[in-house]
């Protein structure tokens, strides 16, 4: 069952689309800003936030086994730093259809984005990102769907967590082994409006941003 899939929340995500007005992204925070529990996990609590220098130096009563988890997720340039501040940078966001070239958004340049989708495809969804600076832990995406101004959908998916490499592009789609659906019927195709946001187990708002996604009865 796609709903309770490792451990998170993951809702059907209908939709996708994009403009990127102060407006939209101010609503989108005051929206995605609420909390959403982790599946069978209430009490979870984020582990508190610590630099790379912190974490490389600490070495006293760590085993063998913790200190080579610790050198992975650092890596080899964990000491490296950017002239950007940002510590998630988001260079892409679409989806990868089964039976279709996949359609992805460029986060990198400005202006409205906008997506069409064929009705009753099966989907997932891609996110690329680099991770710079620091260490960021429980990086997760989530978005609220809207149809002419009526919530239909909401939804979160957990992306994990990384250590800095400015040179990398992280891909990861999910859900990670299922497909999602895309609506289908009369009713169904219309324009819907996604706000969506990444943020992380620290509550860092790394971006927040709204986009459009057309569900057509095909593709063009």
Known sequence: ??????????????????????????????????????VGDDDYKPPE????????AMKEGEDEALQ????????????????????VVITEVGIVP???PPIMLDMTAQGPKKMVIKEGCSY??????????????????????TRKGIKMDRAEEMLGSYG???TKVNTVQVP????????????????????AAFLDDDKVEHLTFSFELDVKKDWA
């Open 124 to 145: 997932r969804l891609q996110f690329g990102f680099r991770v710079q600076n620091e260490l960021v832990s429980g990086l997760k995406y989530k978005h609220v769907v």
């Open 1 to 38: 069952d796609n709903d309770e899939q490792h451990g998170q929340v993951v809702n059907k995500p209908s939709d996708l689309a994009m403009s990127t007005s102060a407006d939209d992204a101010a609503e989108a925070v005051a929206d995605l800003s609420l909390e959403t529990p982790r």
């Open 49 to 56: 936030a610590k630099s790379v220098e912190e974490l490389m």
């Open 164 to 166: 800095p490499d400015p």
């Open 98 to 100: 089964a039976d279709h």
């Open 176 to 195: 990670r082994r299922d497909w999602e659906t895309a609506p289908s019927g009369m009713m169904a195709r219309a324009t819907y409006t996604i706000k």
């Open 68 to 87: 080579r988890y610790k050198a992975s997720l650092l890596g080899a340039t964990a000491g490296a730093k950017t002239d950007d501040p940002r510590r």
